[in-house]
């Protein structure tokens, strides 16, 4: 159980252009879900919060505007990186939260994205 | 505030031979800690994680961990070290004020020797 997945694992892009990311978690439901970005050899950084039917909160220094986060669905939230440059380039992973009681504190995390921007 | 300390970037053991990872944490109040192992090119999965029940947590591939709040200590262990165990490891720990958010350590990648 609790299994989430992304789509795209691998993404390739010119600059300037857009990228969508999707986290799905597979077989329960997310009331949260959060967005982490991963330089090479280095930690996570989380990103953003994305709770279902409302709007992200960002960490600081993260912008919004750049990193759209939609969160349509209980088991569904999008990343899009808006006008894409090289040094957006990195590794993004989701992880969600279940939405049953007593399992809030864990976050299980998808498999990433490997966004290259060219 | 909350944040996790890995001491050691780097472990090396031969295969066989104990495996120790350290974690220690601030938090300001009763924390939850975690260990998750990260293969290359690959998300985060869950090792196990401390919740405030037993202090002496058991997990998957025969890991453990100990929490000792005087030490502000969660040390992971594995009596003997397997081959499929050479990943990256993190350390995080999250609060239920801050709505659960992990903060991570900065990892300790573990190699091991044939």
């Known amino acids: 159980g609790a299994v989430v997945s992304q789509h795209p694992s691998r993404v390739i892009c010119k600059s300037g252009t857009s990228v969508k990311i999707e986290c799905r978690s597979l077989d329960f439901q997310a009331t949260t879900m959060f967005w982490y970005r991963q330089f090479p050899k280095q930690s996570l950084m989380l990103m953003a919060t994305?709770?279902?039917?409302?709007?992200?909160?960002?960490e600081q220094g993260v912008e919004k505007d750049k990193f759209l986060i939609n969160h349509a669905s209980l088991t569904l939230s999008t990343l899009t990186v808006t006008s894409a440059h090289p040094e957006d380039s990195s590794f993004y992973i989701c992880?969600?939260?279940?939405?049953?009681?007593?399992?809030?504190?864990?976050?299980?995390f998808g498999p990433g994205t490997r966004l290259l921007v060219l | 505030a909350q944040s996790v300390t890995q001491l050691g970037s780097h472990v090396s053991v031969s295969e066989g031979a104990l495996v120790l990872l350290r974690c220690n944490y601030s938090s300001s109040v009763p924390p939850y800690l975690f260990w998750y192992v990260q293969y290359p090119n690959q998300g985060l999965q869950l090792l196990l994680k401390?919740?405030?029940?037993?202090?002496l947590v058991k997990g998957i591939n025969g890991f453990e961990a100990e929490f000792k709040k005087s030490e502000t200590s969660f040390h992971l262990t594995k009596p003997s070290a397997h081959m499929s165990d050479a990943a990256e490891y993190f350390c995080a720990v999250s609060e239920t004020g801050r709505d659960y958010k992990l903060s991570f350590g900065a990892g300790t990648t573990v190699t091991v020797r044939a």
């Open positions: 992880s969600a939260r279940e939405r049953l009681a007593g399992t809030q504190e864990t976050q299980y």
């Open positions: 994305s709770n279902e039917g409302s709007k992200a909160t960002y």
């Open positions: 401390y919740t405030s029940a037993a202090t």
